[in-house]
């Protein structure tokens, strides 16, 4: 039972060039997340899907796009990256039961655009 | 909106020290309230939640109570050891769609031996 798996674990970019990053569950859970972790600033949502076939924006949604591919996996894909995409991003999961849900976190990627 | 507050870090306590990391929070209804705690190089993981006023949570030693009185979920441990030197957030969750978690910035420990 791996939980929640993320690749890359490290990238570098290029100012413009772009990139997909991979998330995948096997916890079999309804809702997905994409967050960024800056200094100083916690965890800032960028887009969640509450169930399979589903996404919307969070906090911080500009400059990224994501896919709800199955149940399973949940992909965050930057077009064109910029400067201040560098951050370390993390996707969670939970089941969504309409209660005080758990998220479940992967173990990050680090990523920075020059 | 909904917000949480932490108290500043980096917090730097010795071995067996009393642990107290402070979190307010601002929320329309009932949140459920959640410490999460992030070791290095990895991802944030659950320490312990609470779902309503006077409840309390508790895991591994810590401990945090929901007090609705105060808008607070201070984490307290009695005696942190070095292991337990790592990065702590207090989250918010709220209402029954996904998405609806608000965290704070995170309060950065280290236990030195």
């Known amino acids: 039972n791996a939980g929640v798996t993320q690749t890359p674990k490290f990238q570098v970019l290029k100012t413009g060039q772009s990139m997909t990053l991979q998330c995948a569950q096997d916890m079999n859970h309804n809702s997905m997340y994409w967050y960024r972790q800056d200094p100083g600033m916690g965890l800032r949502l960028i887009y969640y899907s509450a169930s399979e076939g589903t996404t919307d924006k969070g906090e911080v949604p500009n400059g990224y796009n994501v896919s709800r591919l199955n149940k399973r996996e949940f992909s965050l894909r930057l077009e064109s990256a910029a400067p201040s995409q560098t951050s370390v991003y993390f996707c969670a999961s939970s089941e969504a039961t309409g209660g005080a849900d758990t998220q479940y976190f992967g173990p990050g990627t680090r990523l920075t655009v020059l | 909106g909904d917000s949480v507050t932490q108290m500043e870090g980096p917090v730097t306590l010795s071995e067996e020290a009393f642990l107290t990391i402070n979190c307010t929070y601002t929320a329309t209804g009932y949140p459920s309230l959640f410490w999460y705690v992030q070791y290095p190089g990895e991802g944030l993981q659950l320490l312990l939640k609470?779902?309503?006023?006077?409840d309390k949570g508790s895991n591994k030693g810590f401990e945090a109570t929901y007090r609705k009185e105060t808008t607070s979920f201070h984490l307290e441990k009695g005696s942190v050891q070095v292991s337990d030197s790592a990065v702590y957030f207090c989250?918010?969750?709220?209402?029954?769609?996904?998405?609806?978690?608000?965290f704070g910035d995170g309060t950065t420990l280290t236990v030195k031996p």
């Open positions: 989250a918010l969750f709220k209402g029954t769609n996904a998405g609806k978690s608000t």
């Open positions: 609470a779902t309503k006023a006077d």
